[in-house]
């Protein structure tokens, strides 16, 4: 089992995510549709084919190349709200993880914490605002615990994994506070947030890939 | 001078598109760089950090960019694109939280006149107030600090300035004559400063700010103060004002000629009045009265206490004693019948049978006086009219002096058009012909309705007048009595009680110098012109303007507002009156137009379904052929021995058959020149057979057109189609003309509204009209541009309008055309 992530296990992440927004595409759109503008699951599905159509092929040799050229690809192909918050995300994520061709545990640690904090600068959203972050940032917590008390890798990402399932679970009851779903209200409650899905593929991706 | 470039950030490149379009329109010279930066790569709906980032540094030309944007990822993606330029280019990008199209509107009209980075984000930040100032009414808190800090201003400094200007372009200071102003003081070393004048307790806004300019909300005829501080002082004012007063080179309001000699304006074609719309021009202030119908009936269970009594009928005998003298002022302000009319309701106001019967009731019965002088008065009034003959005829009269008895134990004005001789302005729900009767022009001074559109009767009497008006006011009525208003008869701005500094704006009525004739083409093509004439008491007005004679002297005065006909002898002194007014000169008299709008209770009947459409006019003499028979023995009478050159002719005549019968009674009566006025269709249709009948012809185009279109010229709805340019109107008066000719040149006059727009009183006389008449204020414009014209472009005109398709198109043709 590895304990680092090179260059190829992130293009298959990246490759992994896009199957998942992809094959999800319809799920995803629909939850939007309920509280948002119906473009989310499309949105994804065109970024990360763009993403894997620039990066399949020839990745770039270093994470900050990489993840730079993912980011980008996002900001100009999403065109919605995930086309900024994922591409800063990716953006913060590889200049953290900086000029290198593996990460280890905490290294991927610190580049997903990261993104996270540029996802927060940039939609200024805190928990509980039924969004992208109530996935990511107990995703990155549970991540960071699970390698402080020892856990391999492989664990501790399943751990992000299933952290960010559980926030994304834990949208459904909340009243959106940002975003277009904020216009709706106490409507927004009961269904899923869109963006904390994806988020979640994003990590069931990353654990599937470090399990392999 | 700096130049910053403006980026426009939107989810939707064809928002982005339009919404530049729009700014651009509005930037009267070098527009700034404006960069759209919107939509996705592959031109999806969304946003894309890394175009607006090039969009960032397109838009750079070294003093920095404004970012404005549409929602949601909008935002995000232009603070991401903050990562991707040049950092220096960073710290001079501003993403300035503006609404996007009033925000891109702003600061590319701010950018373009050389602000700064910081006062065009300034400005677009505050893009939304205008809007937000026109939606929410200030709260009186707000109005009352403003006038706080507005009286703790320091004395003006010694550099300071200061003028005043009239908006004059129609659209008033919209946002391109704002940036226009903007940009002309961003080059005078001085701080100038606007402020409405009748929003003195407002604080002045930066000359330099269009979004300022705009929250004024000044529209055309606003007057606006300039004041200015610093070294240019005085030349930034009088450029501002000049600015101003010409108009920005935009089409003027009517009435508001940037030559500053504002002239009246036509009817306004207005397919959807809503609120107060100005329809006769003229800026005054007054106190107001409001009229009333009639006196609400006194409580009949209220009691006045015994010891209370004494009192209550000391008032009363004060009442009716102040009653009495009105009765004997407005006596001695009129000759004649009137006069000693009266003088006997004087009397009647104090006779000792109606007050001691009204002390009785309050005495024995403890009635209240108002009350009581209600039963008094109707007891007597019912047995006036049972014993008939004169008596029966003074219980108008007494149910008069009961309204005015009951008014003033109230304090209140009493009902009907107020009978005053200090100035006040008419308030009322709607105006009807009857009120005008009593509507005397030199102290009424305005008129204000709830009711009314742009041709209603209410704008048209003002216009008659010469009084500035305003229609569709809500609520005109519940203004209190004696409240000072003032009006502006052009904007439809009407303020209770306003400040000193508002009613300092009030410019009057401008009035042009009197008409010079003779009335004709440049060429010498004669074209009489005449005053519309509607009592005596409009003869002066006539005679002053320059009037070439009487082309309509309405009859009715004589007749309205009253419950039976005028004896014979009262005609006479009347039309004499108006007669020896135009000595050696026309006047044109119409016989009585009763019915429709005008009812009379001795003559029409009220119930009529259809009352345009029924019997009117000289449709009356159908069942009243005595009325008329007395009319036009009293007005040869009056013509006997008089020097003017009486014509008589009867209204609303739909057959040649109806005009024989007329000029066979008229004729019979001594009345040597006989027409009748074309007013239907069908008149027109048949104008040969009516003209080989008569002596003249007159159209009444506002009737005319109201039955060509089949559409009420008093709903403001259809305002489009009673238009008097409409070509169908103008080629049945075409055809009235070639019957003219076809008849050896039978005179045909036009007495409607018509006659009284310049453009169109040219058009007339290229039909073949040969006399106009109008109201006597607008003879100097029409004389004017009469005499500025040769009769072949007044054909090229009229040839030009009636082949339009619309009246829009035919007053261009026509205005072309006449050049």
């Known amino acids: 089992m590895s304990t680092t992530i090179s260059i190829d296990g992130f293009t298959a992440w990246l490759d992994a995510f896009r199957t998942r927004v992809t094959e999800n595409k319809a799920y995803l759109t629909e939850l939007d549709s309920a509280i948002g503008d119906a473009d989310h699951g499309s949105n994804m599905a065109r970024g990360m084919a763009a993403v894997m159509d620039k990066v399949g092929a020839a990745a770039p040799s270093t994470a900050d190349e990489l993840f730079k050229t993912v980011g980008m690809t996002l900001v100009t192909s999403v065109g919605g709200a995930s086309g900024p918050l994922y591409g800063t995300f990716f953006l913060r994520f590889g200049m953290t993880a900086g000029s290198v061709s593996e990460c280890d545990g905490p290294a991927l640690a610190a580049a997903l914490r990261a993104g996270l904090e540029g996802v927060v600068a940039r939609g200024k959203a805190e928990a509980n605002d039924k969004t992208m972050f109530d996935a990511m940032a107990p995703a990155i917590d549970a991540l960071d615990s699970a390698l402080a008390s020892g856990a391999s890798l492989a664990d501790a990402v399943a751990a992000a994994r299933d952290a960010a399932a559980a926030g994304r679970d834990a949208t459904e009851p909340l009243v959106a506070r940002k975003g277009r779903a904020s216009y709706l209200g106490d409507r927004s409650a009961g269904h899923l947030d869109p963006g904390a899905t994806s988020t979640a593929m994003l990590f069931d991706a990353l654990a599937e890939v470090i399990a392999a | ?819």
């Not at chain 2, 119908?293 to 009192?311: C, H, K, L, Q």
């Not at chain 2, 809500?474 to 209770?496: K, R």
């Not at chain 2, 005679?543 to 419950?563: I, S």
């Open chain 2, 1 to 819: 001078m700096t130049s910053v470039g403006v980026v426009a950030v939107s989810h939707s490149p064809a928002l982005a598109e339009a919404a530049i379009a729009l700014a651009l329109e509005m930037t009267a010279t070098g527009a700034p760089a404006v960069i759209a930066a919107a939509g996705t790569a592959d031109g999806e709906i969304g946003t894309d950090a890394a175009r607006i980032a090039e969009a960032i540094a397109e838009a750079d030309s070294g003093d920095g960019v404004a970012v404005i944007m549409d929602l949601g990822s909008a935002v995000m993606s232009a603070e991401l694109a903050l990562e991707f330029v040049d950092p220096n280019l960073a710290e001079r990008t501003r993403l300035v939280a503006a609404p996007f199209v009033e925000g891109l509107l702003a600061a590319v009209v701010r950018a373009a006149g050389g602000a700064s980075l910081a006062e065009v984000a300034e400005e677009a930040t505050g893009a939304l107030r205008p809007k937000t100032d026109h939606l929410q009414s200030p709260t009186p808190d707000q109005d009352a600090a403003g006038a706080a800090s507005a009286a703790d201003e320091p004395p003006a400094p010694s550099d300071a300035s200061s003028a005043t200007a009239t908006v004059r372009n129609v659209a008033g200071l919209h946002a391109r004559p704002a940036a226009v102003i903007a940009g002309a003081v961003a080059s005078f070393d001085a701080e100038v400063t606007l402020l409405r004048d009748d929003h003195a307790q407002r604080p002045p806004v930066s000359a330099a700010s269009p979004i300022g300019i705009a929250t004024l909300a000044a529209g055309p005829g606003t007057v606006v103060l300039i004041r200015a501080t610093g070294p240019q002082a005085a030349e930034a004012v009088e450029h501002v004002r000049a600015l101003i007063d010409e108009g920005f080179g935009e089409e003027p309001a009517e009435g508001q000629a940037p030559t500053g000699a504002a002239a009246p304006a036509p009817a306004r074609v207005d397919p959807t009045p809503t609120g107060p719309i100005g329809v006769s021009s003229g800026r005054v202030v007054g106190p107001a009265v409001v009229l009333r119908r009639t006196v609400r009936e006194p409580s009949a269970s209220d009691r006045v206490p015994e010891d209370a009594r004494d009192g209550a009928v000391s008032l009363l005998r004060e009442a009716s004693i102040r009653v009495a003298e009105r009765y004997r002022e407005r006596a001695a302000s009129v000759t004649g019948q009137r006069r000693t009319v009266l003088e006997a309701t004087a009397d009647m106001a104090t006779d000792p049978t109606l007050v001691g019967g009204v002390e009785a009731l309050i005495r024995d019965g403890g009635l209240t006086p108002t009350r009581a002088a209600w039963q008094v008065s109707a007891e007597l009034a019912e047995q006036y009219r049972a014993a008939g003959g004169l008596i029966a005829e003074r219980a108008t009269d007494l149910l008069d002096v009961r309204n005015r008895l009951i008014a003033e134990l109230r304090g209140e004005e009493p009902p009907g058009v107020p009978d005053r001789r200090e100035p006040f302005i008419l308030v009322a729900d709607d105006l009807a012909p009857a009120d005008t009767v009593a509507l005397d022009p030199a102290v009424c001074l305005a008129l204000i309705t709830e009711q009314g559109g742009p041709t209603s009767h209410t704008a048209i009497i003002a216009r008659e007048l010469g009084l500035p008006a305003v229609v569709g006011y809500p609520e005109a009525t519940s203004i209190a009595d004696g409240d000072l208003l003032l009006v502006d008869g052009d904007t439809g701005e009407v303020v209770v009680r306003p400040d000193p500094a508002a009613q300092a704006t009030a410019t009057g009525v401008i009035t042009l110098p009197p008409f010079e004739g003779p009335g004709q083409t440049r060429d010498g093509h004669r074209v009489l012109l005449g005053a519309n004439v509607g009592a005596p008491r409009d003869v002066a007005r006539a005679v002053e303007r320059g009037a070439e004679g009487v082309g309509l002297f309405r009859t009715e005065f004589c007749f309205l507002d009253r419950d039976t006909e005028p004896s014979i002898d009262e005609q006479v002194g009347a039309y004499r009156e108006v007669f020896d007014g135009f000595a050696g000169q026309r006047v044109v008299v119409r016989t009585l137009d009763a019915g429709s709008d005008k009812p009379l209770p001795f003559l029409t009947n009220d119930d009529e379904p259809n009352p345009a459409l029924g019997v009117r006019g000289l449709r009356t003499a159908r069942r009243h052929p005595d009325v008329l028979e007395r009319q036009v023995q009293a007005i040869a009478r009056a013509a006997e021995g008089a020097t003017a050159d009486v014509w008589v002719m009867a209204p609303m005549v739909a057959t040649a058959a109806e005009a024989r019968d007329f000029v066979t009674l008229a004729r019979g009566a001594g009345l040597a020149t006989v027409g009748v006025m074309i007013e239907t269709p069908a008149a027109g249709l048949t104008a040969v057979e009516v003209m080989r009948e008569v002596d003249f012809v007159s159209l009444g185009t506002n009737d005319l057109a109201q039955y060509t279109m089949a559409a009420d010229r008093q709903s403001g709805d259809l305002a489009d189609l009673a238009n008097p340019w409409q070509p169908a109107l103008l080629r049945l008066i075409g055809m009235i003309g070639e019957a003219s000719r076809d008849t050896s040149g039978t005179p045909v006059g036009v007495c409607g509204e018509a006659a009284a727009d310049p453009d169109l009183a040219c058009v007339l006389v290229g039909l073949g009209v040969t006399s106009l008449s109008m109201a006597a204020r607008a003879i100097t414009r029409v004389g004017a541009r009469l005499g500025d014209v040769e009769l072949v472009a007044c054909r090229r005109a009229a040839e030009a309008a009636v082949s339009a398709a619309d009246p829009a198109e035919a007053k261009a043709a026509a205005r072309a055309a006449l050049g």
